[in-house]
């Protein structure tokens, strides 16, 4: 009696962490509106980057595909929160791709081409030359690998943080989203013992906790560097 109790607490930590990965993650996905928006109101990319985007996409749709019962049962939840995430993924890269310059356009075009191309093979792979439990590896080592480029991927504007002391192009909201997403999967996973869930998410909480540091370093510029004269950087960098 005890033991199905238990059983039962330890279940519903399990549900509970993975329903609040899920809420989290339509936070994480809504957090670029103001990019976006601003995108729409300059109609320009700017210096913003698309490729968080395009690896977001990539691991959703992997990450889905894993969370299905043929790959993996038990993890519904990882295919639902995935699936939603294709979708605003999809919405958000046709928004950059518009406002984007003609060479960049052309670039993000064929890197979406690209993520579905690589992305069918997987599914033919997957099911074509593996059993369940081969299946369960080979796609699961493919989410680890999406899952780090995805929660590094911010990182890609290190550079310009640390030139420019500033943060306007790396969000607070986006890199604190990913902070609770990743965290909240990372106990999902562990309660699972699933180390295809857990190990990613723990990098990834720790890849989030780096930048909202760099987000408290820079956020509020030094007089003397306020005062300094930078040229303008136009280009936009996908």
């Not at 899920?22 to 980057?49: D, K, M, V």
């Not at 890269?93 to 191309?117: C, G, N, P, W």
């Not at 890609?156 to 890199?175: A, C, G, Q, W």
């Amino acid at each position: 009696m005890l033991s199905t109790e238990l059983s039962s607490v330890y279940q519903s930590f399990c549900d509970g962490a993975g329903v609040l990965g899920n809420i989290f993650a339509f936070g994480l996905y809504l957090s670029p509106l103001s990019t976006f928006n601003r995108i729409i109101r300059n109609r320009s990319t700017e210096q913003f980057s698309g490729m968080p985007y395009i690896y977001g996409l990539l691991n959703c749709l992997i990450c889905c595909w894993y969370g299905m019962p043929i790959v993996k049962s038990g993890i519904i939840l990882v295919a639902t929160v995935n699936s939603v995430g294709t979708v605003f993924q999809l919405v958000y890269l046709s928004i950059f791709i518009s406002y984007a310059e003609r060479a960049v356009k052309m670039r993000m075009l064929a890197l979406l081409i690209a993520v579905f191309v690589l992305f069918v093979s997987i599914v033919v792979v997957s099911l074509s030359l593996f059993d369940y439990n081969g299946r369960q590896l080979f796609v699961g080592y493919l989410s680890i690998a999406s899952l780090i480029f995805m929660y590094g991927s911010p990182l890609i504007v290190i550079n310009l943080v640390i030139k420019t002391k500033s943060v306007e192009f790396m969000p607070f909201n986006l890199s604190f989203a990913t902070f609770l997403v990743s965290f909240s999967f990372t106990t999902y996973g562990v309660f699972k013992m699933d180390p295809f869930l857990y190990m990613p998410n723990g990098i990834g909480t720790m890849l989030a906790l780096v930048q909202l540091v760099l987000y408290c370093r820079y956020k509020n510029p030094s007089e003397e560097d306020a005062e300094e004269e930078e040229e303008p950087l136009l280009a936009a960098h996908p």
